[in-house]
């Protein structure tokens, strides 16, 4: 029983310490931002859309949550174009957002 507690013990630490190292290997990225508008609030339900800056080819959309996150995965490192709309606002597009390897880029600017 000992011996089994000690096993499952070492397994657990050598799994923790290995997920660590995988993901510093990713070569790729993400893109996370809350949508708000100036007076600070967010704003749910905005569309947004995300294109490589290179091609100008259309990548994902999505739409920003209650909490006006929205959130791109599993992205190939480079340079890409975030364009958010929703009614009521102007469109705003955010352009050279860089995402490189096992990182995140948070988009800080806030909405119109």
Same mark, same amino acid.
């Given at each position: ?5 000690? &096993? =499952?013990?070492?397994?657990?630490? &050598?799994? =923790?310490? *290995? ?7 990713? *070569? =790729?990225? /993400? ?18 859309? &995300? ?10 959309? *999505? *739409? ?6 929205? =959130? ?30 096992? /990182?995140?880029?948070?988009?800080? /600017?806030?909405?119109?």
């Amino acid at each position: 029983m000992k011996r089994t507690k000690i &096993l =499952l013990s070492g397994i657990l630490i &050598l799994l =923790l310490a *290995t997920a660590g190292t995988a993901l510093a290997q990713t *070569t =790729l990225g /993400r893109i996370v931002g809350t949508v708000r508008d100036q007076a600070g609030a967010v704003v749910p339900g905005a569309t947004v859309h &995300l294109a490589n800056e290179g091609t100008g080819q259309q990548i994902q959309t *999505t *739409t920003s949550n209650q909490e006006g996150v929205f =959130l791109f995965q599993q992205l190939s490192a480079g340079s890409y174009v975030v364009k958010i709309e929703t009614n009521g606002f102007k469109t705003a597009s955010f352009t050279e957002v860089k995402v490189e390897p096992g /990182r995140d880029f948070v988009q800080p /600017r806030p909405f119109q």
